[in-house]
């Protein structure tokens, strides 16, 4: 009974209609991202020097987007309402600001991002003080030409405490 419950679930994920984000390929077919975790800090850990060297392999690698795997706000999460809480600011803003860094970052959620309003980093507001931030649905496919790219955070360290 069990595993008719997990199909229709998946029957359901399968036949949902999931939003695209197109991005263009430079003129020889490439793109290339910056792979980042557990950066939200609020200034904490010393994060200016880690977002400079970002900025510098950013520079280097001509990247076109940032992909966040999670733990976006340490160490409770993004706590309230967006202009309530500074920690976006302070974890993401104020930080990372090297020009190669102003590309799109898309991210999905983390063990500590749940320990606070989780939903409060879907708010559109958030893009409207940093433009660059986009964080999507739970579960979300992109395609590009003849290549897909799955990008559903699952973290499993929730399950396990």
């Not at 939200?40 to 970002?54: D, H, L, T, V, W």
């Not at 104020?94 to 590309?103: G, H, V």
């Not at 989780?118 to 708010?123: H, M």
């Not at 986009?134 to 399950?159: A, V």
């Amino acid at each position: 009974m069990a595993k008719g419950g997990i199909a229709t679930v998946l029957t359901v994920l399968a036949a949902a209609t999931l939003p695209r984000l197109e991005h263009p390929a430079k003129n020889d077919g490439s793109l290339s991202l910056l792979v980042v975790r557990d950066w939200g800090r609020k200034g904490e850990c010393n994060p200016f020097r880690i977002a400079q060297q970002m900025g510098r392999v950013g520079e280097k690698l001509d990247i076109d987007y940032v992909v966040s795997t999670g733990v976006n706000f340490y160490n409770t999460g993004q706590m309230g309402r967006v202009g309530d809480d500074d920690a976006f600011e302070q974890s993401f803003t104020d930080i990372y600001r090297a020009n190669s860094l102003q590309k799109p970052w898309h991210l999905v959620l983390g063990n500590h991002d749940y320990k606070g309003d989780a939903l409060a980093q879907f708010s559109p507001a958030l893009r409207k003080i940093d433009s660059w931030f986009n964080l999507h649905e739970i579960i979300h496919r992109e395609c590009w030409c003849k290549f897909t790219c799955d990008r559903t955070g699952l973290d499993t360290w929730s399950f396990q405490h």
